[in-house]
């Protein structure tokens, strides 16, 4: 893993395997971004691509800057950057901080097809209700969802949800305060790294647990869970619905994404439900059997919180 410091203003830009050659993952901004948080961020995004069969790098790129100096920041951020994007080594996107128009010149010279950019949020939606439908026995009829909203894109997973026909605990997405414990058969959460830690484990009350994030699990919380039975799923393979938009090798996007997306998740989570190890480790293990078959050695510790 490297870490590249920025010269043009106070920001840095966390590579997972400095050998692959496309890095890609999220750009936050805040007043103060730890790189060890991104670095994680950077893992996760890493084995997703792996458990998906691709030959790519997870990165976690942070702007730090207050309000006054945002914009300004920004500015020289993407400038940097531009030539790794227009290069095909580094591919960003908005994350916490940043909207998509501070992006923009980036966006320019990515070659992520406009559909990716358009819809990920909604694929990625997608593919989250249909793992919490292929853990739930291949059916949300009848059950309830408690969803974490710690973003925009929680209407999204919730209007996924009903879909199916789940019921939303409470009527709407809710803070994790509200969710963690709350009467449901399933809990999406995935506000930040370790939200659902092993202190908040004996209030939960779900039967499944679907991340919308990156590491929301602690390691802690992972085997309390699994002690009480509980299924928890890998975050980077209920997040990858948006994978459906970016195709292999030039391959043409499915005529209907939501469908392809939501299939793309179901079976990877329906392969990893009766695994051995458990669907989080096991998932792990399978991402791995394909990062050794391009890399010389894996990366220093699991995406697990």
């Not at 792996?50 to 030959?55: E, V």
């Not at 593919?127 to 739930?136: Q, R, S």
């Not at 309830?144 to 209407?155: F, K, N, Q, W």
């Not at 659902?196 to 994030?213: F, I, K, M, T, W």
Request: aromatic share 4%; charged share 15%; net charge negative.
């Amino acid at each position: 893993m490297t870490t590249r410091k920025l010269t043009a203003t106070d920001a840095f830009v966390v590579v997972d395997l400095p050998a692959a050659p496309l890095a890609a993952g999220v750009a936050r901004l805040a007043p103060k971004l730890l790189v060890d948080g991104a670095t994680w961020l950077a893992r996760s995004q890493t084995y997703q691509f792996a458990a998906f069969g691709r030959q790519a790098s997870g990165a976690s790129a942070g702007v730090n800057a207050v309000a006054d100096v945002r914009g300004e920041a920004l500015a020289a951020f993407v400038a940097e950057l531009a030539p790794d994007v227009a290069a095909g080594t580094l591919l960003l996107e908005p994350g916490r901080g940043v909207g998509a128009d501070d992006l923009a010149e980036l966006r320019a010279a990515d070659p992520r097809p406009a559909e990716w950019w358009d819809q990920r949020v909604l694929l990625r939606a997608a593919g989250i209700a249909a793992a919490a439908e292929a853990a739930c026995g291949g059916s949300l009829d009848g059950r309830t969802v408690a969803v974490e909203g710690y973003d925009d894109s929680a209407s999204a997973v919730a209007d996924a949800l009903t879909s199916r026909g789940a019921a939303i605990a409470g009527g709407r997405p809710g803070p994790a305060a509200e969710v963690l414990h709350a009467a449901a058969d399933v809990l999406v959460v995935g506000s930040k790294a370790g939200v659902l830690d092993h202190e908040a484990v004996p209030g939960v009350q779900a039967e499944v647990v679907v991340p919308s994030g990156p590491i929301p699990v602690s390691a802690k919380a992972l085997a309390a869970l699994g002690r009480a039975g509980v299924v928890v799923l890998p975050d980077f393979v209920t997040t990858a619905g948006h994978l459906a938009a970016w195709p292999l090798d030039g391959a043409a996007l499915p005529a209907d994404l939501p469908t392809a997306a939501a299939e793309l998740v179901a079976g990877a989570v329906a392969g990893l439900l009766d695994h051995p190890s458990g669907p989080v480790l096991g998932a792990c293990e399978q991402a791995e059997a394909f990062l050794l078959t391009w890399v010389d050695e894996l990366p220093f510790g699991r995406p697990i919180g």
